[in-house]
């Protein structure tokens, strides 16, 4: 199984509401990731888990809030965003350490908020 | 001025040509990516680099670590091969991405 999974695939929320994205690998890796990626732009690190512990935020505002609950489950959860937030929500893995090795993406996660 | 170039932006093709992707870099570096992304969709790693050259199937990948470049090679390329394809590099513990390529193949 060399797959990243990520649920749900469309998100619409309003700014008051309250969600959380999923990713979940079972390629036994112990580094994830979550990206942003606006419209015709590259990805843009949030945050990276290495071993279960956060190693990187990249000065993300806490409307978004990460959660490795184990070594296959990452979750970003989303609390009164603003319609800027709008995004394309990618998840990835490798096998250790912070980008040491080749990365696995998911299909991400289509986010609009209203 | 970017750490990470790619060139030409964007690029058309017609079914069965032969395409070079560009990738020069300003910061050193541990590895370099190649990555895939069809419209709308997730990211596909390609290939990871740190020298020379890597070939799968119709996809050729070198690098010249002394010069700071790479280039990515399609052979006998098909309309299935459209999407944007990202160089990114490796520095210290994080990407720096590229602004990608947008490649169209028509039949």
């Known amino acids: 199984d060399t797959e990243v999974t990520q649920t749900p695939k469309h998100l619409v929320m309003g700014m008051t509401n309250k969600k959380s994205l999923k990713c979940e690998q079972h390629?036994?890796?112990?580094?994830m990731y979550w990206y942003k990626q606006k419209a015709k732009k590259p990805p843009e690190l949030m945050f990276v888990y290495s071993y279960e512990k956060l190693s990187i935020n990249e000065s993300v505002p806490s409307r978004f809030s990460p959660e490795c609950p184990n070594s296959s489950l990452l979750n970003l959860h989303l609390h009164a965003l603003q319609p800027e937030d709008s995004a394309l929500y990618l998840c990835?893995?490798?096998?250790?350490?912070?980008?040491?090795?080749?990365?696995?993406f998911g299909e991400g996660s289509r986010l609009t908020v209203l | 001025k970017n750490e990470v170039e790619q060139s030409p932006q964007n690029l058309t093709a017609q079914e069965g040509e032969f395409i070079t992707i560009n990738c020069s870099y300003s910061?050193?570096?541990?590895?370099l990516h190649w990555l895939q992304q069809h419209p709308g969709g997730g990211i596909v790693s390609l290939f990871m680099l740190s020298s020379g050259k890597k070939k799968h199937g119709r996809l050729i990948a070198t690098i010249n670590i002394q010069e700071k470049h790479s280039s990515l090679h399609i052979t006998a390329s098909h309309p299935r091969d459209s999407a944007v394809y990202i160089c990114?590099?490796?520095?210290?513990?994080?990407?720096?991405f590229g602004t990608g390529t947008r490649l169209q193949v028509f039949p």
């Open positions: 990835a893995s490798s096998e250790s350490g912070s980008h040491t090795g080749e990365l696995f």
């Open positions: 990114a590099v490796r520095d210290t513990d994080k990407l720096i």
């Open positions: 910061v050193g570096i541990s590895a």
């Open positions: 390629m036994g890796h112990r580094a």
